[in-house]
C-alpha cells in the first residue's frame, strides 16, 4: 500500500503561515489516505497548569470529505489514535504540519515504536526550532524527504 499523509496540528488558533497551508493544500491530494490530528487543550491539561498555554486550538484549516480526524491531547499519538491508522493498511506515513521540533517529532516517534514507519516533510512543516527538530528527526528516523519526492 502506498504511504499515508498526517497533517499536524494545522488548527486556526496556532496560526499557521498561508505559505505553510498553500503547500499542504497543494501536497495533500495526492495521498490516497490522509489523517488530520486535532489538538484539543483540555481544563486540566499540563499545558495549562504547568506552560501557562491557556489557548484555544480552534478548527482545523482543513476539511476533507476522507480524512480520519485524529483528535490527541498530548505532543504524540494515543494508542486509540494509533489503531486508527494500522486499520487504513498504509505502514509508512508521511507527516507534515506544526511544530516540527514537539508534536510532529512527538508523531513520528509514536508511529516508530508502533512499527509504522515516519518520514517527517521537511519543506511542509513549521516551528521555532524547525532546524534542529530536522536534526533530530534525520537522525533518528534516517534520510530527510521533501514533499516534492513523494511517489504515492
Not at 499523509?5 to 501536497?27: C, E, K, M, N, R
Request: charged share 20%.
Amino acid at each position: 500500500m502506498s504511504p499515508g499523509l498526517i497533517i499536524i496540528d494545522l488548527q486556526q488558533g496556532f496560526s499557521p503561515s498561508v505559505a505553510l497551508i498553500d503547500a499542504i493544500a497543494a501536497t495533500a491530494p495526492r495521498y490516497h489516505v490522509v489523517a488530520m490530528t486535532r489538538f484539543v487543550n483540555r481544563p486540566d491539561s499540563l499545558y495549562r497548569s504547568v506552560l501557562g498555554w491557556n489557548i484555544d486550538p480552534g478548527d482545523l484549516i482543513f476539511q476533507f470529505d476522507n480524512a480520519l480526524i485524529l483528535d490527541k491531547t498530548g505532543y504524540g499519538l494515543s494508542a486509540e489514535n494509533l489503531d486508527r491508522l494500522r486499520e487504513t493498511g498504509c505502514t509508512e506515513w508521511h507527516l507534515c504540519g506544526l511544530e516540527t521540533d514537539a508534536c510532529i517529532l512527538a508523531c513520528a516517534f509514536s508511529l516508530w515504536d508502533a512499527g509504522l514507519r515516519p518520514k517527517i516533510l521537511p519543506s511542509l512543516c513549521s516551528s521555532p526550532l524547525h532546524k534542529e527538530g530536522m536534526a533530530i528527526a534525520e537522525r533518528q528516523f534516517g534520510p530527510l524527504h521533501d514533499g516534492n519526492d513523494c511517489h504515492v
